[in-house]
T-cell receptor, first 115, second 115 residues
Framework: ETGVTQSPTHLIKTRGQQVTLRCSSQSGHNTVSWYQQALGQGPQFIFQYYREEENGRGNFPPRFSGLQFPNYSSELNVNALELDDSALYLC??????????????FGPGTRLTVL | AQTVTQSQPEMSVQEAETVTLSCTYDTSENNYYLFWYKQPPSRQMILVIRQEAYKQQNATENRFSVNFQKAAKSFSLKISDSQLGDTAMYFCAFMMRGRDDKIIFGKGTRLHILP
């Protein structure tokens, strides 16, 4: 069984740039959720994708967007980067069966630094 | 809105001792999951234990057990025979069951196991 993987591991961007982060879900899972974890804080929910559509969104502006592909992998895109976007970005995969969500399993994260 | 509170920012215990991490949460819902996740310095968020709110029996996983008090909205984690590898940040987390699949995390407790 393959676990959740994320790429890249680390990324450095400058303010105003755009970034794309990638996530491959665990085999057998159909749902991907993205979280932002600022230094010293708990993760904050950004959004979730299920069946290639957004299935819930946290309190993040529209410049945070995402995609889910037919193989259930996912991308997180952030436009017009700001210094406060510097954080660890975590992807979690899970299985929604008969409309009921199950436990989320996390990837190792992407550390984004915005200069 | 649901909230999760961890009142112990940092704890230290000697190896082989037992330690209890506290967590309280607030919700008006009746059907939900509670989790403890562990995040070691490697950053990978690892599921430690899961409790379903409708189950009265406390969950256990080897050296890890919880004390789930639904009426008091309390969900503490007990680690028995603590090991050096237990050193990590521990997050208490809440998720609704059936809708709104986001996980709400507490701010975490940093646990140091001392040799």
């Amino acid at each position: 069984e393959t676990g959740v993987t994320q790429s890249p591991t680390h990324l450095i961007k400058t303010r105003g740039q755009q970034v794309t982060l990638r996530c491959s879900s665990q085999s057998g899972h159909n749902t991907v959720s993205w979280y932002q974890q600022a230094l010293g804080q708990g993760p904050q929910f950004i959004f979730q994708y299920y069946r290639e559509e957004e299935n819930g969104r946290g309190n993040f502006p529209p410049r945070f967007s995402g995609l889910q592909f037919p193989n259930y992998s996912s991308e997180l895109n952030v436009n017009a980067l700001e210094l406060d976007d510097s954080a660890l970005y975590l992807c979690a995969s899970s299985l929604i069966l008969a409309g009921l969500p199950d436990t989320q399993y996390f990837g190792p994260g992407t550390r984004l630094t915005v200069l | 809105a649901q909230t999760v509170t961890q009142s112990q920012p940092e704890m230290s215990v000697q190896e082989a001792e037992t330690v209890t991490l506290s967590c309280t949460y607030d919700t008006s819902e009746n059907n939900y999951y509670l989790f403890w996740y562990k995040q070691p310095p490697s950053r990978q968020m690892i599921l430690v234990i899961r409790q379903e709110a409708y189950k009265q029996q406390n969950a256990t996983e080897n050296r890890f057990s919880v004390n789930f008090q639904k009426a008091a909205k309390s969900f503490s984690l007990k680690i028995s025979d603590s090991q050096l590898g237990d050193t990590a940040m521990y997050f208490c987390a809440f998720m609704m069951r059936g809708r709104d699949d986001k996980i709400i995390f507490g701010k975490g407790t940093r646990l140091h196991i001392l040799p």
